[in-house]
């Protein structure tokens, strides 16, 4: 699909930054931008977000070379963010709210989630997505959608980031290594621990040393 390569390559990204945007493999996206397999409107909507451009240019609806400058497709502003501490990808950590640094973002990000903040990954549960030591730009809210990857407080203190599922059976946090199990909160768990929503991971920095 040429839409994909060409906002791809536009944005300075390589494959492998969009197929960990989806949650894929670089091979898999890679098939996708080939035009091998058709990519769903779900996953269209997530590259446009990662992008920040509209989502009818993914689709190819609107030409991309003549609508750069209005969609903002090349960045060159950044602003920065306060790092607060680290967040273990585990069940026995807690976030430690003190600011160690910051680090630099698109300023389009900042300003569409305002209040965003970065903390570093200690710990191999949501391998290979996030590794240990990449640094994940947080979105503060306690509304995220089941399927997305958030921090989540554990009994006021403890907290985690795992990818959510949210149904009648409670909240379900979810590795993405397979040497960790998916733990289910019932209802009554999440109001008694308590169990809360804290952020939503909008975006992944790897380290790549």
């Known amino acids: 699909m040429e839409s994909l390569r060409q906002v791809r390559t536009m944005k300075k990204k390589t494959q492998q930054d969009a197929a960990d945007a989806l949650g894929i493999s670089r091979p898999m996206y890679a098939a ?64 430690e709210q003190n600011i160690e640094g910051y ?25 290979p997505e996030i590794h240990n030591g990449d640094k994940v730009v947080v979105q503060p809210t306690t509304n995220v959608n089941s399927g997305d990857v958030a921090i ?20 379900t946090i979810i590795p993405t290594n397979s040497k960790y199990k998916s733990i289910t909160y019932t209802p009554e768990e999440v109001e008694g621990l308590p169990v809360t929503i804290c952020g939503r991971v909008i975006q992944v920095r790897h380290n790549y040393y």
């Open 152 to 171: 989540v407080s554990l009994s006021g203190d403890e907290a985690t980031i795992k990818r959510v599922r949210i149904d009648e059976n409670g909240i």
């Open 32 to 95: 996708y931008e080939q035009g091998r397999f058709k990519m769903s409107d779900d996953k269209l909507a997530t590259l446009a977000e990662f992008y920040d451009v509209p989502l009818d240019i993914m689709t190819g609806k609107i030409d991309i070379k003549r609508t750069i400058k209005e969609a903002e497709v090349i960045e060159s502003t950044t602003v920065k963010i306060p790092m607060v501490g680290h967040i273990r990808a585990g069940y026995d950590a807690y976030a």
């Open 103 to 127: 680090m630099e973002i698109e300023e389009s990000l900042a300003k569409r989630f305002p209040g965003c903040f970065v903390l570093n990954v200690y710990g191999n549960s949501m391998e």
